[in-house]
């Protein structure tokens, strides 16, 4: 399996890729894991992204590209893999398939994780994150016995700053102008895979397994 995950935050992309990861032993990349090792390990690449971050400023598509060759190069990429968050303009759409197709490399598929609005805002504003163990639970969907207090270690549950609705409606619609034209472009190639991410999570696996013929 070799595909990209297209959807918005709260989309449930990331879970849904560690279970089809550990179920096919796929390699999960996200490019945020990419930049993040790369400067830790002070690699040539990471340096020159670091400079960017620092400044606040957006790392440049083409080393986000250089980064993306080196890692689908490693060894476990060799029986497919999930891009997770990447491409997220039609540019860097369009680098990544000069580099796959110069790669030999050939997609099953971009899965659009297609979810209510709302849906979204309940689960990313409900979520709760104990600052002992890191436990993460929705006051909406899946709350505590006591509330404010982790089933699991007795700590405190916060809400993180991003998770706040006026950030969450932001990250929503800076998402959706982003992403629109990507939609467009994936699917004049016949490429795009819709899948319904409000259903039950081993719902939406199946439907990504029977989509890309699993």
């Known amino acids: 399996m070799r595909v990209i995950f297209l959807g918005s935050p709260g989309a449930g992309k990331g879970t849904q890729a560690a279970v089809l990861k550990d179920r096919y032993g796929l390699a999960h990349i996200s490019t945020g894991d990419i ?24 790392v440049p598509d083409d080393v986000i590209i250089a980064m993306m060759k080196e890692r689908l190069q490693e060894p476990d990429c060799r029986g497919g893999f999930i891009l997770d968050g990447f491409p997220r303009t039609v540019p860097q759409a369009e680098a990544l398939d000069r580099l796959l197709d110069g790669m030999g490399i050939t997609l099953d598929g ?30 909406r969907f899946k709350n505590t016995k006591v509330p404010g207090v982790c089933d699991r270690c007795g700590g405190e549950l916060t809400q993180r700053d991003d998770d706040r609705e006026e950030v969450v409606i932001r990250r929503l619609e800076v998402y959706e102008e982003q992403t629109a034209p ?15 991410a409000g259903q039950e999570g081993d719902r939406v696996v199946a439907a990504i397994e029977k989509a890309v013929g699993l």
């Open 110 to 139: 971009v899965i659009l994780f297609e979810i209510p609005r709302q849906l979204v805002i309940d689960r990313l504003t409900g979520r709760r994150v104990c600052g002992s163990c890191g436990e993460i639970y929705n006051v």
């Open 35 to 58: 930049l993040r090792e790369n400067v830790r390990s002070g690699t040539a690449l990471g340096k020159t992204a670091k400079k960017y971050m620092d400044s606040g400023g957006l």
């Open 182 to 196: 990507l939609v467009r472009y994936y699917e004049e190639k016949g490429r795009l895979i819709r899948v319904d």
